[in-house]
């Protein structure tokens, strides 16, 4: 079952524009993790925000979150090609699964 | 150094012969996972495990087992292998139950059945 749902499905920008990707979700949520996938590899863990918190930093990373319209975002700022990749939004839903959306496929171009 | 370390990286194998994908953390993490990642599908999870001998199926079991005998290996088995079998596939660990902690993934696995 997809809980998440990543959007857009691809985003292009130029290095030194600020990207945003949003998730939406369907049940409730314990927490909300992001991860980046650079082409066919492993997923690397970005940011993990809780269902009690609102906002997260973690360098040029901004993550919020909106339990009320079951939504989150993830905020690039001042992307670089190195950011060229697909995001991914992950729910824990209290269960034992651990659910990703489709992914963002952001292109950052130089 | 943290790692999931899979085996193998890329893997072309033929309908109905069996195969075994490796899978080994160092982190000494009790949850473990397989995930298989389709084009515009996102991640799947296909097997996930609490602890060593505690086994459960995800979204899409059919056709793989697991086995968890050692806390730090979680092979993905694939008794008869079919077209539809052909994806990227990805273990994970973690600290705890999933979500709770953040997953640490593997380099994935590219299964191709003929």
């Known amino acids: 079952s997809q809980q998440g749902e990543e959007d857009p499905q691809a985003l292009s920008i130029q290095e030194g524009e600020n990207a945003t990707m949003n998730c939406s979700y369907k049940?409730?949520?314990?927490?909300l993790q992001w991860y980046r996938q650079n082409s066919g590899r492993g997923l690397v863990h970005l940011i993990l925000?809780?269902?009690?918190?609102r906002e997260k930093h973690s360098g040029r990373l901004r993550v919020t979150l909106d339990t009320s319209k079951k939504s989150s975002s993830l905020l690039i700022t001042a992307s670089r090609a190195a950011d060229t990749a697909s995001y991914f939004c992950?729910?824990?839903?209290?269960?034992?699964?651990?659910?990703f959306g489709p992914g963002t496929r952001l292109s950052v171009l130089p | 150094e943290a790692q999931v370390t899979q085996n193998p990286r890329y893997l072309i194998t033929v309908t109905g012969k069996k195969l075994t994908v490796t899978c080994s953390q160092n982190?000494?993490?009790?949850?473990m996972s397989w995930y298989r990642q389709d084009p515009g599908l996102g991640l799947r999870q296909i097997y996930y495990?609490?602890?060593?001998?505690?086994?459960d199926k995800g979204d899409v079991p059919e056709g793989y087992k697991v086995s968890r005998k050692e806390k730090r290996n979680f092979p993905l088995i694939l008794e008869s292998p079919s077209p539809n079998q052909t994806s990227l596939y990805f273990c994970?660990?973690?600290?705890?139950?999933?979500?709770?902690?953040?997953?640490?993934f593997g380099q994935g696995t590219r299964l191709t059945v003929v």
């Open positions: 982190m000494n993490h009790e949850y």
């Open positions: 049940t409730s949520i314990n927490n």
């Open positions: 925000i809780r269902s009690n918190e």
């Open positions: 994970a660990s973690s600290l705890s139950r999933a979500g709770r902690t953040e997953a640490f």
């Open positions: 992950a729910t824990d839903n209290y269960g034992q699964n651990f659910v």
């Open positions: 495990s609490m602890n060593v001998e505690v086994t």
